[in-house]
């Protein structure tokens, strides 16, 4: 999955999925300008029977060096991997004017508890990362609330990135994803 989450930050014109100072740099590695990040996060997305993805977001905000001006953006992209390969299938990137997710992980009841058992379904890892705190969630085929919460949050990026896009890949592989989701009918 580390191949997925360096291919959406090259593609987002970033070293890292990272908060901080990001150096860019032309095709000879000359240093060329900055940018710095606020916040990133990235999540794997992994369906028992499918192939994986990475969804991310970032917001960069304008920057200047050397007296020019480096546009700050609020990006967000998916990668897809192969199952059968782990080879990068899709990586798409597009621009976003809101991020759900820091709603949905406001709420989090990290000592939820939960009956349910699952031999397959689908899991998520979500990695945060800013200035002030860098945290890993893992959860499967999600049946409390907050943890809903997120998976429709990042299901609806994912949605806006297939819209966005129009990649074929990637519009297909959110309507595989919907069918893993907990009341999938009111995803719709």
């Not at 899709?90 to 992980?105: E, F, K, M, R």
């Not at 085929?141 to 907050?146: C, K, M």
């Amino acid at each position: 999955m580390e191949q997925a989450v360096s291919a959406i930050a090259k593609l987002m014109g970033i070293e890292r999925l990272r908060p901080g100072r990001h150096i860019l740099r032309n095709e000879k590695h000359w240093r060329i300008g900055e940018l710095t990040v606020s916040n990133a996060w990235h999540a794997s997305i992994l369906p028992s029977f499918h192939d994986s993805a990475v969804i991310a977001a970032v917001r960069a905000h304008d920057t200047e060096f050397r007296g020019e001006a480096f546009p700050g953006f609020f990006r967000a992209g998916i990668a897809i991997v192969s199952r059968e390969t782990s080879a990068l299938v899709q990586t798409v990137i597009a621009d976003i004017d809101d991020d759900p997710l820091p709603a949905a992980v406001s709420s989090i009841d990290l000592l939820a508890s939960d009956d349910s058992c699952f031999l397959d379904g689908i899991g998520y890892e979500l990695n945060t990362d800013t200035s002030a705190c860098h945290a890993t969630i893992r959860f499967s085929n999600p049946t409390v609330p907050s943890f809903q919460h997120i998976e429709r949050a990042l299901f609806t990026l994912a949605e806006h990135i297939a819209r966005s896009s129009l990649e074929p890949t990637v519009v297909e592989y959110v309507k595989m994803w919907r069918g893993y989701l907990v009341n999938s009918e009111r995803q719709q």
